[in-house]
Nanobody
């Protein structure tokens, strides 16, 4: 098991900014891929952004140009900077990491942090 501690969620207004953080309880260098998913009310969990160990990033179309994912190997923190937040961004944000264990690539999830968006 990999324990992930998320923080940074909170009320944000449309057009506002917020930064989410995820701190794993082991070296971030162990992970092949890290990222964030979002689950909005009544909807399935969807990927928001990801970053691999080499630094290449991937963003969902609905956040491109507004969100930035970063992986600080020295500080052992994964972050998601959200700018120009839209009302549809409301939901739970889950940090995840992927690593190989016993020749199997497994994913581990944080507990989720709530991002309510005021109207």
């Amino acid at each position: 098991q990999v324990q992930l501690v998320e923080s940074g969620g909170g009320l944000v207004q449309p057009g506002g900014s917020l930064n989410l953080s995820c701190v794993p309880r082991e070296s971030i260098g162990n992970f092949i891929q890290t990222g964030w998913y979002r689950q909005s009310p009544g909807q399935e969990r969807v990927q928001v952004a990801s970053i691999v160990s080499g630094g290449r990033t991937h963003y969902a179309d609905f956040v491109k140009g507004r969100f930035t994912i970063a992986r600080d190997n020295a500080k052992e923190i994964l972050s998601l900077q959200m700018n120009s937040v839209k009302s549809e961004a409301m939901g739970f944000y889950y940090c995840y990491v992927k690593k190989f264990a016993d020749w199997t690539l497994s994913a581990y999830w944080g507990q989720g942090t709530l991002l309510p968006v005021s109207s």
